[in-house]
Nanobody, 124 residues
Framework: QVQLVESGGGLVQAGDSLRLSCVGSGRPFRTVAIGWFRQSPGKDSEFVAAISGSGGMTLYADSVKGRFIVSRDYAKNTVYLQMNSLKPDDTAVYYC?????????????????WGQGTQVTASS
């Protein structure tokens, strides 16, 4: 099992930056791949970014590529999502997700463990 706790969301102006944190527990961190999804009211979850168990591979949605950076700190059992140049379309609840295994995927079905989410709002 894996437990995840997200933090770092907030209300910002368009163009500002936020850094989300996801603290994991329950498994050796290098054996767990971590992703980020976001969800707006009435919509399905949307893939944002992911990082492999080793940290050597990352994936980004086209909508955030070049603006968001996902990284992990093994000493802190933490994955970060640095969000720069935020847009109103980035407004959503952001979820940290995890799977047992080192590989990463775009599909939410591949991630069995979800955090509670943190709200990000970027106003114009």
């Amino acid at each position: 099992q894996v437990q995840l706790v997200e933090s770092g969301g907030g209300l910002v102006q368009a163009g500002d930056s936020l850094r989300l944190s996801c603290v994991g527990s329950g498994r050796p961190f290098r054996t767990v791949a971590i992703g980020w999804f976001r969800q707006s009211p009435g919509k399905d979850s949307e893939f944002v970014a992911a990082i492999s168990g080793s940290g050597g591979m990352t994936l980004y949605a086209d909508s955030v590529k070049g603006r968001f950076i996902v990284s992990r700190d093994y000493a802190k059992n933490t994955v970060y999502l640095q969000m720069n140049s935020l847009k109103p379309d980035d407004t959503a609840v952001y979820y940290c997700v995890a799977r047992q295994g080192v590989e990463i995927y775009y599909s939410s079905a591949m991630y069995a463990y979800w955090g509670q989410g943190t709200q990000v709002t970027a106003s114009s």
